[in-house]
């Protein structure tokens, strides 16, 4: 398969606690998106890096791109209740049109 | 304002029966995707769009069939074909296939 494997499937942390994902893909890459799904709705888009970048910040989130292990990290700090929702990595493969989404990581803030 | 509105939210289909799912997109993108997303698990490929009149079969294409006929609209037609077509659908859109996706809220489809 071409998708990529997130880390892990399901976490559950108390508000103000940092959460950490993690994502595993097999090919070369172009760029990794994460993005987030709140029950029943679409993705949204939040943070793009490309594969000449190690890191990115975007407010609370922090993503981390190693190449050489095809991995991704993203964490968020200072979690909210709000963030409870689905993340999902996406790798824009190298000679291919589309993205290849990953299967997710269910993230539960508790208030 | 702009983005993707797929229509309708949730659809129900008889045995033997062709169903339509509608996307519109007013982000002036040339990309356009269609995807499956079953209870628990990530997204998979149906079909996609770069450019208006041409389209490629993704991950899972047996019993769908899809049309560009204008830049704003992608719709998908889930046929009697698909066996087990119990999901919920997602469009998405983007300027060129590498940018980021821009998603529609979903139609869920179930089999009565």
């Known amino acids: 398969s071409q998708q990529g494997e997130e880390d892990p499937q399901a976490l559950s942390i108390q508000e103000g606690e940092n959460a950490t994902m993690n994502c595993s893909y097999k090919?070369?890459?172009?760029?990794l998106q994460w993005y987030r799904q709140n029950s029943g709705r679409g993705l949204v888009h939040l943070i793009l890096?490309?594969?000449?970048?190690r890191e990115k910040h975007s407010g609370r989130l922090r993503v981390t791109l190693d190449t050489s292990k095809k991995s991704s990290s993203l964490l968020i700090t200072a979690s909210r209740a709000a963030d409870t929702a689905s993340y999902f990595c996406a790798t824009d493969q190298t000679g291919a049109n589309n993205l290849f989404f990953g299967t997710g990581t269910r993230l539960t803030v508790i208030p | 304002d702009g983005g993707i509105t797929q229509s309708p939210k949730y659809l129900f289909r008889k045995e033997g029966q062709n169903v339509t799912l509608s996307c519109e997109q007013n982000l002036n993108h040339d990309a356009m995707y269609w995807y499956r997303q079953d209870p628990g698990q990530g997204l998979r490929l149906i079909y996609y769009?770069?450019?208006?009149?041409?389209?490629q079969k993704g991950d899972i294409a047996e019993g769908y069939s899809v049309s560009r006929e204008k830049k704003e609209s992608f719709p998908l037609t889930v046929t009697s074909a698909q066996k087990n077509p119990t999901a919920f659908y997602l469009c998405?859109?983007?300027?060129?296939?590498?940018?980021?996706?821009?998603f529609g809220d979903g139609t869920r489809l179930s089999i009565l």
């Open positions: 769009s770069q450019i208006v009149n041409d389209f």
């Open positions: 890096i490309r594969s000449n970048e």
């Open positions: 090919t070369s890459i172009n760029n």
């Open positions: 998405a859109s983007s300027g060129t296939a590498d940018q980021p996706q821009h």
